[in-house]
């Protein structure tokens, strides 16, 4: 488990420093919502090996889909406001990457695993919502 989570948080602060993408804040964030997800999932260590490469490359895929549509990943204060079009695009290539990352991540966990995976996810897109509102 220890292992995962060191791997995990070398991986994403590569990401991270690597596109200057997320401020600290937000990868501080990012950090406790992944350790928030490993236990709830309660993983065995062989989990946690087939799970982090699903993980890697989706959080990948998202950066690049950001800069795919034009969309600045920017601090806070920084932000210019997407376009209608531009947010409809991300969405619908988003809603393709959830569901090819949750059909791989179904590969890994078992039923009842799967099912706090997906509350999980319900629970970060409703918060994702409600920090979109408050804009």
Do not use: Y
């Amino acid at each position: 488990m220890k292992k995962f989570c060191t791997i995990l948080t070398l991986l994403v602060m590569g990401f991270v420093s690597s596109a200057s993408v997320l401020a600290q804040d937000q990868f501080e964030q990012l950090e406790e919502r992944i350790a928030e997800t490993k236990q709830r999932l309660n993983l065995t260590p062989e989990q946690e090996e087939q799970l982090t490469p699903i993980i890697e490359q989706s959080f990948e895929d998202r950066l690049a889909l950001f800069d795919k549509h034009g969309i600045e990943r920017q601090t806070e204060g920084d932000k210019k406001r997407p376009s209608f079009k531009k947010l409809r695009a991300l969405r619908k290539d988003m809603k393709a990457l959830n569901k090819e990352t949750r059909t791989q991540v179904a590969e890994v966990l078992d039923d009842e695993q799967l099912k706090e995976w997906d509350k999980i996810q319900e629970e970060n897109r409703a918060a994702l919502r409600e920090r979109a509102r408050s804009r």
